[in-house]
């Protein structure tokens, strides 16, 4: 099967072609970190493909590296400021087919812990989750935008 | 903050230290690879580590590349024989802390497409999935094995 390692066109329907996905943090080779505003899960990052492909195994290896050395730099930042419970990673793409992997600080307290993101509610949260990662988010976007240009 | 790189004693109540996590394929380096054995989704393989870890930036660099060219080469053989809608690929590990990538070849006809396998249910499947897949789980299995094998 031929791989289309240099990307498809992008679709014009795609949001993450026309968008940035996010609070646009820093862009380097062919990826780009945004943060998601999510008011659950504040310490939510994404790493995207700056070329519309669909599956990892779609680019050649030197990109795919370079975008797992830039999910383990959020991750670390992560760890190191928020100890969470534990860091979700996850390249889904069914609802955007467009290649992203999410790196998402998880807390026992959180609103859907254990649960991943994408199932069931498990408790409101009161204070507000952002309240509670004791490091203003600004703060935390400038430690993962400085991971980012060493990675 | 020390990194474990090592990786950590086996907790006693580890389910991924205790048992193989599904049907055992390949075992190589830190990583073992299992077919999943779940009704809804048949193409469901998970890389998983040997040494118990929690997170994947605990591991060094080439063991962390290993995990990722692994997973790639199983992503490519679900891609090629089944031609998914898309792959799922994550590693989460809210309810089993030990390090695993998931990898699911998923189908717009599937029980839970669009939604992430952790999500609400869509439709029910009949012909069972399994049926649907064009080739023997034990065959796709052979390909999985031999795959892991060249990565």
Redesign the interface.
């Known amino acids: 099967?031929a791989?289309p390692a240099e990307g498809r066109a992008a679709p014009s329907d795609c949001e993450l072609c026309s968008s940035a996905g996010g609070r646009l943090l820093w862009s380097g080779g062919n990826w780009r970190i945004v943060r998601v505003q999510d008011t659950d899960f504040p310490a939510f990052y994404r790493v995207i493909s700056l070329r519309h492909v669909?599956?990892?195994?779609e680019l050649p290896?030197p990109e795919?590296?370079h975008s797992?050395?830039l999910?383990?730099a959020v991750?670390?930042v992560l760890?190191?400021q928020l100890r969470p419970?534990?860091?979700?990673?996850?390249?889904?793409?069914?609802?955007a087919?467009h290649l992203h992997w999410h790196v998402i600080a998880?807390f026992d307290w959180d609103s859907h812990?254990?649960?991943?993101i994408?199932?069931?509610r498990q408790r409101d949260v009161n204070p507000a989750a952002e309240l509670r990662l004791g490091i203003e988010l600004e703060a935390l976007d400038g430690l993962v935008t400085a991971a980012a240009s060493g990675a």
Request: proline share 8%.
């Open positions: 099967m791989v669909r599956e990892f195994s290896a795919r590296q797992m050395e999910v383990c991750e670390r760890i190191e419970t534990k860091v979700n990673l996850a390249a889904l793409g069914n609802m087919p998880r812990f254990p649960q991943s994408w199932g069931p």
